[in-house]
């Protein structure tokens, strides 16, 4: 702060960020793109470079396009803050680790989940339960072909439940708990996506009462706060109630409690930090790439087919991951391709910084364009085309990975490999047998996932179901 006054002193207020002019009052609520607002703030980086500055309402953002500039802003406390999202805290999201604000909690979360998941040696524990998941969706995609979304998003929730609370779905039907956690996800990708609700930009609008003309949006967050305390306060009964039954298998919130002296405020930190690891699969993007790009699906194929490596006559397990390095590289290729956060979770700056000459004022949004990162001509060759080939070899470009990340990672490569074992995936036909080329674009929101398509979905032999039955018996 004494630099920010003295340079305040000698030379005036810094500007702030290079942005598009914005109108009185408004600012640049004008200029805000109504959905992808990556796309578009990857267009304004062309103009003003690796960090935009705009204002709505007198709300500031800051737009980081470039990943040099993001990693040494991001990794500086002064920014470590979430923003205060006022529909996000109508909702009850507050309570949840991707939107709890800088402080004691956020640590005690951090600290919880380092615990038990923190690094891959722990996460090695949890790895029969996301062998025996992925063999389960092979399962589900052979036994319904048509429905290999509805698949996918049940195995990601299965994983999830599974290794947070030990908690088995239902597998006739839908799974009350899959169903839930998804309908949660979506809602917190809507309710997070910066400059979404007005009553976040101007502060008069959230002490209107729900009744009011224009305040929908608090009958909204009121639905929206049901689910997520569902989504917290469930499975964690489910727990405590096997626990006391001792028929609880580990998982999470298991190994956490199972001291048994706990305090009310270590379990609320319990339930919370373990409802924070719902996630989005990036497995559909893999049937996307398949069907899009057959080229690709042959060579993971003919790599896992090498003797040395899996052969035809068993499923692929983690014990194969580093013999396997063209499907490591397919793994890294669908996080690049269509990044799940585009971008990111909004920072805020807990106080005036300067960065480059550049003011950052005092609870400023801080938004990291990971699209952009992962589409820039500069750091990877062709960025909209879906090549693993990128990864590989002595040239080989920037790893999209998020470090610390170990429960995604190991979940969406144990699956893409069975799927690639065991499915093959063609692109859809129209009524004149004429192939559909499926479009390579995603949902808008917070968390993104690929845009509903068609493919055709086949067993890869006549012996592959026999094979997932086999793995599943072991």
Not at 31 to 57: C, N, Q
Not at 83 to 111: C, D, I, Q, T
Not at 445 to 473: H, K, W, Y
């Amino acid at each position: 702060m004494f630099v920010l006054t003295t340079f305040d002193a000698v030379f005036g207020s810094p500007p702030l960020p290079p942005g598009p002019k914005g109108w009185p009052v408004i600012g640049n609520l004008l200029d805000m793109p109504r959905s992808h607002a990556w796309k578009t703030f990857s267009a304004w980086a062309e103009v003003y470079g690796g960090i935009v500055g705009v204002k709505l309402i007198g709300q500031s953002f800051v737009i980081l396009n470039d990943p040099v500039i993001a990693d040494e802003l991001l990794k500086k406390k002064v920014n470590a803050d979430r923003p205060l999202l006022h529909m996000a805290n109508l909702s009850g999201w507050e309570s949840v680790l991707s939107s709890a604000r800088y402080g004691s909690r956020f640590r005690a979360y951090r600290k919880l989940i380092a615990q038990v998941i923190g690094n891959r040696t722990k996460m090695e524990n949890f790895y029969p339960t996301l062998e025996y998941q992925a063999n389960m969706f092979l399962k589900r995609v052979l036994s319904n072909p048509e429905g290999f979304d509805m698949a996918t998003r049940k195995t990601a929730g299965a994983v999830v439940l599974k290794v947070t609370y030990g908690y088995v779905v239902k597998e006739d039907g839908n799974d009350s708990l899959v169903d839930l956690a998804d309908k949660a996800l979506l809602e917190f990708s809507e309710i997070t996506r910066p400059g979404a609700f007005l009553a976040d930009l101007i502060p008069v609008l959230r002490h209107i009462p729900s009744w009011f003309p224009g305040a929908g949006f608090k009958r909204r967050a009121e639905r929206y706060r049901k689910s997520i305390e569902e989504m917290a306060q469930i499975p964690l009964e489910y727990v405590q109630s096997q626990m006391s039954e001792q028929t609880a298998a580990q998982s999470f919130t298991s190994d956490l409690l199972k001291d048994g002296d706990v305090s009310p405020n270590t379990l609320e930190e319990i339930k919370w930090s373990a409802a924070s690891f719902y996630g989005v699969s990036v497995v559909m993007a893999y049937f996307l790439a398949a069907a899009k790009y057959p080229c690709i699906q042959r060579a993971a194929q003919a790599e896992m087919e090498m003797d040395t490596v899996v052969g035809t006559k068993r499923l692929p397990t983690f014990e194969d991951r580093a013999s396997l390095p063209y499907v490591e590289a397919v793994c890294k290729e669908l996080l690049r391709w269509l990044p799940i956060v585009p971008l990111g979770v909004p920072h805020r700056a807990m106080e005036d910084d300067i960065y480059n000459g550049y003011l950052i004022p005092k609870g400023s949004l801080v938004i990291a364009n990971v699209w952009k990162f992962l589409h820039d001509p500069k750091e990877y060759k062709n960025p909209f085309e879906f090549n693993p080939d990128r990864f590989l070899g002595a040239n080989a470009e920037p790893d999209p990975k998020h470090r610390g990340e170990h429960l995604a990672d190991i979940a969406v490569w144990i699956s893409v490999a069975k799927a690639i074992a065991g499915l093959n995936i063609a692109r859809a036909r129209d009524a004149n047998g004429k192939e559909i080329d499926p479009v390579a674009d995603t949902t808008d929101g917070t968390i993104s996932r690929p845009l509903p398509f068609r493919c055709e979905v086949t067993p890869r032999s006549d012996v592959t179901m026999t094979l997932v039955m086999d793995a599943l018996s072991n």
